[in-house]
């Protein structure tokens, strides 16, 4: 079968040319045949009238489109290549937040003049707007053209997240020097050598590390951390070395489909030129810096670590000692229990060596696990009494902290929620 048989989309209207202007032209072309061939191929007759093409027929149709559509976005990420080099030879920043707007507007519009659920195809298009950021940051768009590449040593850099930051530091063009139990350049040798080196090791294993290590760095050089505390490695790492100290927090697992958007916490220790080049480092390749004292850091990680991970792990105690079988609840699921159960799965699928330090060594964790127990045992009490005027005093009192912050919880969550019933 003839390519105009299976597809009115060529795959190039300009022959061989593969020119800038020329790839314009085509990408006009093909969303314009694209409208076009949806005006004459959609059925006009009403259901039931006329002679529906055989299912296999209209399945290889749709397979050709689909590949047709496949061409379309090689040729859009190529466009994209383009955009991360002007951006780059002209120092701009990869997100322009008014340019997707006006895309995404733009895009939603157009599928509801065609007919199509404007909200399915705006998240499309924002899934192509973070893998067209992603690829514009591993061109280095936001590298400067004369930055000068480092020697970056990982200690644990066969580890989760190590290896996460081998392929960063890799991918911006740092040459990596990796360190870890397997292998023979050791620490303290990959240390003296590097102008960068990054501990990445278990919490209990870090300041240990740290030590062992410090007294190689040369003066001139950074030391960093990557631990979910900041106060006693931060103090561990100024007193090893005269090098300049900065300690950063990923706020994300190794698993991460993409860097873009992901928030990473910096603390600046020692050594304002190396702060700043670790913070235009990491925004370069798309992550959301967040600058703080490692005293508020672990103040906070007591909420959003400790008292997550506390009230997740209680819950999943709570399921495994009912007595009833996780099948059994399953044919009654809602889409939030639903939820929960992957969070907490998720959770307890983790190493638990990982997630017994980020507990047990932040110093506001006994205030935080004392105040979950007041809590339930509060509420407990109002549900064991019956007190409907009690419950309801409690539930206007959480309403009110999170404020604001409802409207966007209701359409961040329902979207969650359709994903999951969609993929279900």
Same mark, same amino acid.
């Given at each position: 079968?003839?390519?105009?048989?299976?597809?009115?989309i060529?795959?190039?209207? #300009?022959?061989?040319?593969?020119?800038?202007? #020329?790839?314009?032209?085509?990408?006009?072309?093909v969303?314009?045949?694209?409208?076009?061939?949806?005006?004459?191929?959609?059925?006009? =007759?009403?259901?039931?009238?006329?002679?529906?093409?055989?299912? !296999?027929?209209?399945?290889?149709?749709?397979?050709?489109?689909?590949?047709d559509?496949?061409?379309?976005?090689?040729?859009r990420?190529?466009?994209?290549?383009?955009v991360?080099?002007?951006?780059?030879?002209?120092?701009?920043?990869?997100r322009?937040a %008014?340019?997707?707007?006006?895309v995404?507007?733009?895009?939603?519009?157009?599928?509801?003049?065609?007919?199509?659920?404007?909200? =399915?195809?705006?998240? +499309?298009?924002?899934?192509?707007?973070?893998?067209?950021?992603?690829?514009?940051?591993?061109?280095?768009?936001?590298?400067?053209?004369?930055?000068?590449? $480092?020697?970056?040593?990982?200690?644990?850099?066969?580890?989760g997240?190590? $290896?996460? @930051?081998? $392929?960063?530091?890799?991918?911006?063009?740092?040459?990596?020097?990796?360190?870890?139990?397997?292998?023979?350049?050791r620490?303290?040798?990959?240390?003296?050598?590097?102008?960068?080196? /990054?501990?990445?090791?278990? +919490?209990?294993?870090?300041?240990?590390?740290?030590?062992?290590?410090?007294?190689?760095?040369? !003066?001139?050089?950074? @030391?960093?951390?990557?631990?979910?505390?900041? #106060?006693?490695?931060?103090? &561990?790492?100024?007193?090893?070395?005269?090098?300049?100290?900065?300690?950063?927090?990923?706020?994300?697992?190794p698993?991460?489909?993409?860097?873009?958007?992901?928030?990473?916490? *910096? #603390? $600046?220790?020692?050594?304002?030129? %190396?702060?700043? %080049?670790?913070?235009?480092?990491?925004?370069?390749?798309g @992550?959301?810096?967040?600058?703080?004292s490692?005293?508020?850091?672990?103040r906070?990680?007591?909420?959003?670590?400790?008292?997550?991970?506390?009230?997740?792990?209680?819950?999943?105690?709570?399921?495994?000692?009912?007595?009833?079988?996780?099948?059994?609840?399953?044919?009654?699921?809602?889409?939030?229990?639903?939820?929960?159960?992957?969070?907490?799965a998720?959770?307890?699928?983790?190493?638990?060596? *990982?997630?017994? !330090?980020?507990?047990?060594?932040? !110093?506001?964790?006994?205030?935080?696990t004392?105040?979950?127990?007041?809590? /339930?045992?509060?509420?407990?009490q109002?549900?064991?009494?019956?007190?409907?005027? &009690?419950?309801?005093?409690?539930? =206007?009192?959480?309403?009110?902290?999170?404020?604001?912050?409802?409207?966007?919880?209701? /359409?961040?969550?329902?979207?969650?929620?359709?994903?999951?019933?969609?993929?279900?």
């Open positions: 079968m003839r390519r105009s048989e299976r597809s009115p060529p795959s190039n209207r #300009c022959g061989g040319d593969t020119s800038r202007q #020329c790839r314009i032209v085509d990408h006009h072309f969303v314009n045949r694209l409208v076009a061939y949806r005006a004459v191929t959609l059925p006009h =007759e009403p259901p039931g009238v006329g002679d529906p093409r055989p299912l !296999p027929v209209v399945r290889a149709m749709i397979d050709a489109l689909d590949r559509l496949l061409q379309i976005l090689a040729r990420m190529a466009l994209v290549a383009e991360a080099a002007y951006k780059r030879k002209h120092g701009l920043r990869i322009d %008014w340019r997707e707007q006006d995404l507007r733009d895009r939603h519009e157009r599928a509801l003049e065609l007919g199509l659920p404007a909200d =399915e195809i705006e998240s +499309i298009f924002r899934v192509l707007l973070r893998s067209s950021r992603d690829h514009q940051a591993a061109l280095r768009a936001e590298v400067p053209v004369d930055e000068a590449a $480092r020697t970056i040593a990982v200690i644990g850099g066969h580890g997240i190590g $290896r996460l @930051l081998v $392929r960063l530091f890799g991918d911006l063009g740092h040459r990596v020097l990796v360190v870890d139990t397997d292998t023979t350049l620490g303290a040798e990959a240390a003296a050598a590097a102008d960068v080196t /990054v501990v990445s090791v278990p +919490i209990d294993r870090t300041e240990r590390v740290v030590r062992e290590i410090g007294p190689h760095l040369r !003066p001139e050089s950074l @030391l960093m951390d990557v631990t979910s505390i900041k #106060c006693a490695p931060m103090a &561990a790492m100024l007193e090893s070395t005269t090098a300049s100290v900065v300690g950063t927090h990923p706020m994300f697992g698993g991460v489909h993409t860097l873009q958007g992901q928030r990473v916490v *910096l #603390c $600046r220790g020692r050594g304002d030129e %190396w702060g700043e %080049w670790v913070r235009q480092t990491f925004a370069a390749r @992550l959301v810096v967040t600058e703080t490692a005293e508020q850091h672990d906070a990680m007591a909420v959003v670590q400790v008292l997550t991970h506390f009230q997740t792990q209680v819950q999943g105690l709570t399921l495994a000692r009912l007595g009833m079988p996780l099948s059994e609840t399953m044919p009654f699921t809602s889409p939030a229990y639903l939820l929960e159960l992957y969070v907490a998720r959770h307890f699928a983790q190493d638990p060596g *990982l997630y017994g !330090p980020i507990e047990m060594r932040n !110093p506001q964790s006994g205030e935080v004392a105040a979950f127990g007041r809590s /339930v045992q509060e509420l407990a109002v549900i064991a009494e019956g007190d409907q005027p &009690a419950f309801t005093r409690l539930f =206007e009192e959480v309403r009110a902290f999170f404020g604001d912050f409802t409207a966007e919880a209701l /359409v961040q969550s329902s979207f969650l929620i359709d994903r999951i019933v969609e993929r279900n």
